[in-house]
């Protein structure tokens, strides 16, 4: 599945947006992702100038650091040996600051040019209803029950159905997938998936001569999450602040 580049998909680390959505239909469910992009957008641009600074500062402390400890007379022996070890470690914390900070500062390059980051709910396998919506997560994977340290599940192709559908495998769940790009599919692939939305049921005859019901998951775009954003973010822009 291919991804827009300039799109940031993060999980939901706020009760907020922990708990499950619902909607009606794929529209309503595109426009509450939308929304919660314009208003998590809009909390990460007040937040990362001060989480900068303070990244900014960890660094500092970084490079200043010395080896802090009373040596017994062996390691006295090998000072050389633990300095050389202590450069070598701070060596590559001070590079990995580097990169946190670095990374903080392009996104805080995107949020100047206009872009929005895309913080989506997430939607879990093991709880799947007609109507929710989200990032499919799986807390079983890791054992984890906070989403921001919930990896997305993949999705594992059984069976093509046609270049837009599958029968795929989500967490051990069986799903009918549809929606997706016009890539070409192949049995096994594994695709990484956007957010969803549970349309309904799909029923269908296995090969042994079983009925089987499955739900029917519909792939929302990041395209459209961002059309119904700009739009949202259009309207809100013509309308009139009220007096005060």
Known sequence: MKLLGVIVVMLAA???LRGQGLARNLPEATEQLARDAIAYTKDRAELLPYK??????????????RINRRQSETEKETATGISYAYESIKKRKVEQQMEVIAGLKEEIERLKRGELIYKV??????????????????????????????????????????????LAEV??????????????????????????????????????????????VEVVTLRSIKEVAERIKGKAEETPEPRK
């Open 121 to 166: 709910r997430e939607l879990q396998v093991r709880s799947l209803n007609v109507g929710a919506f989200g990032q499919l997560v799986s807390y079983d994977a890791i054992g984890s029950s906070f989403a921001a340290d919930t990896p997305p599940v993949f999705a594992k192709v059984k069976q093509v159905v046609s270049p837009s559908e599958v």
């Open 14 to 16: 706020c009760s907020g």
């Open 52 to 65: 900068l600074k303070t990244e900014e500062q960890r660094l500092a402390k970084i490079k200043a650091g």
């Open 171 to 216: 967490a051990g769940k069986d799903i009918y997938l549809v929606g997706l790009d016009k890539a070409a599919r192949v049995d096994n692939e594994v695709i990484r998936l956007p957010p969803v939305y549970v349309v309904g049921t799909y029923s269908y005859t296995t090969v042994l001569g079983a009925n089987r019901t499955i739900y029917k």
